[in-house]
């Protein structure tokens, strides 16, 4: 059987930012607080968050934003462009908070984050979580939610509790089976984690409809018409723990990659190396933040997905003989890829630079005619990188990056927040 290889009585906090980029932008913004307030995806596409007051207007989530034009404009909603570098800053903050409260956290996204509690001396799990929360606002002014159960699929029903409460905060570990089952009787099954929209579908055919029915359901059958993955739901609204919990502190990335939809097409290689260049530096400061360095490099170029009789997906991956972090190093390589695959005459719509093969850099075992470059790069990187944690993104910058350049992604509704850069701070007027 599946549950004999599970763990039980664990207990798994879920802290979940509410809208959180809609909260971002509000934290900069009191005049927005109590209005309906919408951030846009990339080139001002989609709605990506909503806060409370939208989405009682009939706003949809993912929906394209020419489509909610007119709600725009009837209900005074305001509109922001998606402004990352600011929410990342922030995630960052509220994410240190909770290492306070947990030794194991799991990075589940950039706005929500699992926490075991199963091994910590806490007197009453219901007053922790409810600090937890307090702190959370008290430091970095983001209105989260805390939903705390014995698995991590149950978590997410609490969560989901919890984000209909006045005070933010559920805990399934003091209900009974009979109040949980209840709860799980009224949550439709495609709202279950783990159920995606082609499963449900599975689900409902066969008069599964809500948490409860998937909870009860025969696992022969469960086992004979999904996978493992639905096995362990099962099991897991079951109260036992079978989905692995992963520390964010030991489990660095395989992989980076930063890529963007140009604001209009780009024709020309001068502009798509402007484009290389910023997301080249953009990745390469990444994985020097976590100690990292690139083995493999990938470079593409596409034109528009819309266009099919003209699409095109050109790409490059070059092997590296020793690895880096190295941004001139990391650059050159990138350029001399870009130039081999670029077609003249073509509309390209975008562009970006993934690094594979990530590696710790204590651990790497370079060779010895590179160690001497390597400390020489190492010195010249952290000097680069000092000055742009001290006077902001992009301060200092190597190649030509083009900063106004006619490649840059959409965002008529930026609110150019910046927290890393005090000239891009929100000012107070005393008068």
Known sequence: MLYTKCNKKKIIALVDCNSFYVSCERLFNPKIKNVPVIVLSNNDGC??????????????????????????????????????????????RVMNILKKFSSRIEYYSIDEAFLDLTDMII?????????????????????????????????????LLAKKKDNGVENLTI??????????????????????SQLSKLYKKNNINNGYELKIKNTAWIRKNTNIIGLKTVAELNGISCIDFNDGENAPRKSCCVSRSFGKKVETLQELEQSITS???????KIRQDQQLVKSVIIFIKTSPFDQSNFISLSKKIDLPIATDDSFVLLDICLKALS??????????????LFLGLQNKENYQANLFSIKDSEKSGKLMKILDDANLKFGRNFMSVGDVGFKG??????????????????????????
């Open 175 to 196: 209900r009974s089976s009979d109040e949980i089952n209840s709860i799980l009787q009224k949550i439709d099954v495609r709202d279950i984690w783990g159920v995606g």
């Open 123 to 159: 007197e009453n799990i219901n007053d922790y979580i409810v600090e937890m929360k307090k702190n959370i606002y008290q430091h970095t002014g983001i209105p989260v939610s805390i939903g705390v159960a014995s698995t991590k699929t149950l978590a997410k029903v609490a969560n």
């Open 47 to 92: 709605v990506i968050s909503r806060s409370t007051e939208a989405k009682q207007i009939g706003i949809k989530m993912g929906e394209p934003y020419f489509k909610v034009k007119h709600l725009v404009k009837k209900n005074n909603v305001a509109v922001f462009s998606s402004n990352y570098a600011l929410y990342g800053d922030l995630s960052r």
């Open 406 to 431: 006619s490649w840059k992604m959409r965002r008529d509704y930026s609110s150019r927040i910046d927290t890393s850069d005090f000239k891009r701070l929100p000012t107070v007027n005393s008068g």
């Open 340 to 353: 081999e695959i670029f077609i003249k005459g073509q509309k390209y719509q975008k562009a970006g630079v």
């Open 279 to 285: 997301h080249c530096l953009n990745a390469a400061e």
